[in-house]
T-cell receptor, first 112, second 114 residues
Framework: SQQGEEDPQALSIQEGENATMNCSYKTSINNLQWYRQNSGRGLVHLILIRSNEREKHSGRLRVTLDTSKKSSSLLITASRAADTASYFCATVATDSWGKLQFGAGTQVVVTP | EAQVTQNPRYLITVTGKKLTVTCSQNMNHEYMSWYRQDPGLGLRQIYYSMNVEVTDKGDVPEGYKVSRKEKRNFPLILESPSPNQTSLYFC?????????????FGPGTRLLVL
């Protein structure tokens, strides 16, 4: 079963604009991670946020976590064409360390 | 270079013909895992291994086997492949010493079962 669900499923923006995508999950988590995937390739880790953290930054990425709403958001500021990819959230539940559960992803297209 | 490698990268086979997809990591990671990716479903975990000789089922283990005889290798075995196992498969590894670990993914193996 899928733990995380991303919203929107697809997002099309122009270079320079910000891109925001959301992730909702169902169970209590230890941490939430965001990954990026270029078409048909392996996933690359972007950022990990712990359950006791509310916000985290990494370069042009900003992640928020609201455990009361069981949701997270990923913001990419000043997007570039190279940001075109699919973005996935993944959760590690508090009661199952070994399992990483992914959402279906948000496909982002950034046009020059 | 630190990496996770998978072989083969592409495979076409027929129903019932046993196959093995190899996965190897050179980072001395304790934790390894297999996922399959299907359109609209994201990644689903098949099996994972916390350490040598320790394996556990993920969300979709049916039809798959794994083994972890050495730390660096984690092969995925399809004893009798069926068309519904046509998918893109990813192996991943992490240090595995705490819950706060990021995973490093291999390049993927695209499997077609006829």
């Amino acid at each position: 079963s899928q733990q995380g669900e991303e919203d929107p499923q697809a997002l099309s923006i122009q270079e320079g604009e910000n891109a925001t995508m959301n992730c909702s999950y169902k169970t209590s988590i230890n941490n939430l991670q965001w990954y990026r995937q270029n078409s048909g390739r392996g996933l690359v880790h972007l950022i990990l946020i712990r359950s006791n953290e509310r916000e985290k930054h990494s370069g042009r990425l900003r992640v928020t976590l609201d455990t009361s709403k069981k949701s997270s958001s990923l913001l990419i500021t000043a997007s570039r064409a190279a940001d075109t990819a699919s973005y996935f959230c993944a959760t590690v539940a508090t009661d199952s360390w070994g399992k990483l559960q992914f959402g279906a992803g948000t496909q982002v297209v950034v046009t020059p | 270079e630190a990496q996770v490698t998978q072989n083969p990268r592409y495979l076409i086979t027929v129903t019932g013909k046993k196959l093995t997809v190899t996965c190897s990591q050179n980072m001395n990671h304790e934790y390894m895992s297999w996922y399959r990716q299907d359109p609209g479903l994201g990644l689903r975990q098949i099996y994972y291994s916390m350490n040598v000789e320790v394996t556990d089922k993920g969300d979709v283990p049916e039809g798959y086997k794994v083994s972890r005889k050495e730390k660096r290798n984690f092969p995925l075995i399809l004893e009798s492949p069926s068309p519904n196992q046509t998918s893109l498969y990813f192996c991943a590894s992490s240090k595995g010493q705490t819950r706060q670990e990021t995973q490093y993914f291999g390049p993927g193996t695209r499997l077609l079962v006829l």
